[in-house]
C-alpha cells in the first residue's frame, strides 16, 4: 500500500512538472503578429507600437515572437498579411485601424483557432465570432481635457484683448476649428468633447469641423489647418495623424496671427514650440497589457473593452509654454472630477440639437445604414458613449459646431 502511494505521489510530481512545461512552454511558443496602417514615423501607429512592445515586456512575450506588418492598406492587402501571419504560426493577430476591420473579420471566420483583435472596430459583437475582438479607448475623454487646456487659453486672450473682432461671429462667439479625417463617430465624438472642453471654460464658442478625408496626409492637414485661421479661428485641434496642422498654425503665429492649437497622438511642441498647448493622447499599452496578458494565460479576452483616465488609458501631454497660467490645477481638477464620476462630458444639459434638447439616441446600426437601430445610448440625461460598445457611437451633431466637407 505504501508503495502504490509513493507511485501515486511520484505521479502526481510528474504531472505538476509537466503541467507547470506546458504552461512555459505555450508562453515561449506564443507568436504574435501585428497589423499597421502606418509605420513609427505616424503618431498614431507609434502609439500603438509603443503600446504593443511595453506590454510584451510587461506580459512576458519577446522580441522575436512578434511580427510586424508595416503601411498595410485598408483593402484586400490586409486580409492577405493576416492569411500570411496565420501561416506564420501567429495565434493572436491585430490590427490597428479601422478600415481594416472587414478583412481581419473575414480572416477570423476562416481561422476559427487564431484570436484577431480589430483595434477601433464595432463589428466583433454582431459577428458571431467568438475569436473575432474589438477594443478602444475613451478617448473623448482626454479632448475634453485638452479642450480645456485651450479654453484657458482662450480665456486668457479674451481677457488680455487678444481676439481679434474678425474671430467673433454675427451671434458674438469666438471661433474656433477642428481638422478632422472623416465623419465617423469616433471623429465626431472627439471633436464634440474637445467642443465641450472649450465651451466650459469659454460658453460663446463656434466650432468649424474641416475633412481631410485621409487618416495621414501633412499636406492636405495644413491645408485644412490654413483654411481654418484664414476664416479667422483662434484655436484649432485634430484629428488626424501628422504634424501637418500644428506646423500651419506655428508658421501663422509666427507672422503675428493669434492661433494655438491642440494635438493629437503626439506631442506637437518639437514642431509648434509656440502655437501647441498640448495634445490628447491614449496609452494603448493598457489595453495590449490586458489582452496579451490573456494569451499568455490562455484566457479569453473580452470582445469589446474599453477604459479612460480612471484606467490610465488616455492622457494629454506636457502643456506648452502658451498655455495659459493656472491650467495645470484645472486640468487635475477635470481629470479628478472624471475618475470620480462628478463630471459627465456628454451630460445632455450642456447641448442641443435645433435648440432642443436631446432625449433618445439608438446606438448600435445592426443592418448597415449607418443609422442606429437598437441600444439607448441616452441614460437618466447622459450619453453613455463606449458602454454598448467600446468603439465610440456619439454621432449627434449638436448646435455650436459647423461641418465642412
Request: net charge negative; with cysteine.
Amino acid at each position: 500500500m505504501k508503495r502504490i502511494i509513493t507511485l501515486l505521489l511520484a505521479l502526481a510530481m510528474i504531472l505538476s512538472l509537466v503541467a507547470c512545461g506546458t504552461a512555459a512552454k505555450g508562453s515561449d511558443d506564443l507568436k504574435v503578429g501585428v497589423i499597421l496602417v502606418g509605420d513609427e514615423n505616424v503618431g498614431y501607429d507609434s502609439a500603438h507600437i509603443a503600446g504593443i512592445k511595453t506590454a510584451a515586456a510587461a506580459v512576458g512575450i519577446a522580441d522575436d515572437q512578434i511580427i510586424w506588418k508595416y503601411n498595410i492598406e485598408e483593402d484586400e492587402s490586409c486580409y492577405d498579411t493576416a492569411t500570411d501571419l496565420v501561416e506564420q504560426g501567429c495565434t493572436y493577430i491585430i490590427s490597428d485601424s479601422y478600415g481594416h476591420q472587414s478583412y481581419m473579420q473575414q480572416a477570423a471566420s476562416e481561422n476559427p483557432d487564431v484570436t484577431f483583435i480589430s483595434m477601433t472596430g464595432d463589428a466583433a459583437a454582431l459577428s458571431g465570432l467568438a475569436n473575432f475582438k474589438n477594443a478602444f479607448n475613451y478617448t473623448y475623454e482626454s479632448r475634453y481635457v485638452s479642450g480645456v487646456v485651450a479654453g484657458m487659453k482662450l480665456a486668457e486672450m479674451v481677457a488680455n484683448g487678444e481676439v481679434p473682432a474678425t474671430s467673433i461671429d454675427a451671434d458674438g462667439n469666438i471661433k474656433i476649428g477642428y481638422v478632422g479625417a472623416y465623419p465617423y463617430a469616433e471623429v465626431v465624438s472627439g471633436y464634440t468633447g474637445f467642443y465641450l472642453g472649450v465651451k466650459s471654460i469659454v460658453p460663446n464658442v463656434a466650432m468649424t469641423v474641416t475633412y481631410t478625408n485621409s487618416w495621414y496626409d501633412p499636406t492636405a492637414e495644413a491645408e485644412a489647418a490654413n483654411s481654418l485661421i484664414s476664416q479667422g479661428c483662434v484655436i484649432t485641434s485634430q484629428h488626424a495623424d501628422s504634424t501637418g496642422a500644428p506646423s500651419a498654425c506655428e508658421a501663422a503665429l509666427e507672422a503675428g496671427t493669434p492661433i494655438y492649437c491642440v494635438g493629437y497622438n503626439i506631442d506637437m511642441l518639437s514642431v509648434a514650440p509656440k502655437a501647441a498647448l498640448t495634445s490628447a493622447q491614449n496609452n494603448w499599452s493598457v489595453y495590449y497589457t490586458y489582452a496579451l496578458g490573456c494569451a499568455v494565460k490562455g484566457e479569453e479576452i473580452k470582445t469589446d473593452w474599453a477604459a479612460g483616465y480612471a484606467e490610465g488609458a488616455v492622457q494629454i501631454s506636457a502643456l506648452g509654454e502658451s498655455c495659459a497660467a493656472g491650467t495645470a490645477e484645472k486640468v487635475d481638477e477635470v481629470i479628478a472630477a472624471i475618475k470620480d464620476g462628478s463630471l459627465k462630458i456628454f451630460d445632455t444639459a450642456n447641448y442641443t440639437v435645433g435648440g432642443a434638447p436631446v432625449t433618445t439616441y439608438l446606438a448600435i446600426d445592426t443592418d448597415g445604414d449607418w443609422v442606429g437601430d437598437t441600444g439607448e445610448a441616452i441614460v437618466n440625461g447622459v450619453f453613455e458613449e463606449s458602454v454598448l460598445r467600446s468603439a465610440p457611437y456619439f454621432g449627434i451633431r449638436i448646435d455650436g459646431i459647423t461641418e465642412l466637407q
